[in-house]
């Protein structure tokens, strides 16, 4: 089993940055795919960035693209998501998840789930 564990989220203005964190343990796989998904309250969980297990492929949701990184570190077997320029939209829960040999933006490749940070953007 794969235990996962965000940190980073907080309240932040308009325009601020935080930057995500998320630690991997336990059966834990330096192969896979991390991603991050976001849920906002009333609105289904949504992709927001994936990397693979060597940083070949990285993928993007369109509403943050230049303005969100995300990379990962193999030899701490932690992911981050580094997030500027935030806007009011990006309020939600930030989930880290791991899984996939394959990088994919599909929530339903990802087996292992953290609990979620909340990021919060004030206008």
């Known amino acids: 089993q794969v235990q996962l564990v965000e940190s980073g989220g907080g309240l932040v203005q308009a325009g601020g940055s935080l930057r995500l964190s998320c630690g991997a343990s336990?059966?834990?796989?330096?192969?896979?795919?991390m991603g991050w998904f976001r849920q906002a309250p009333g609105n289904e969980r949504e992709f927001v960035a994936a990397i693979s297990w060597n940083g070949g492929e990285i993928y993007y949701a369109d509403s943050v693209k230049g303005r969100f990184t995300i990379s990962r570190d193999n030899a701490k077997n932690m992911v981050y998501l580094q997030m500027n320029s935030l806007k009011p939209e990006d309020t939600a829960v930030y989930y880290c998840?791991?899984?996939?040999?394959?990088?994919?933006?599909?929530?339903?490749?990802?087996?292992?789930w953290g609990q979620g940070t909340q990021v919060t953007v004030s206008s």
């Open positions: 998840a791991a899984g996939p040999l394959i990088a994919t933006t599909k929530a339903n490749g990802y087996k292992n």
């Open positions: 336990g059966v834990f796989s330096r192969m896979y795919t």
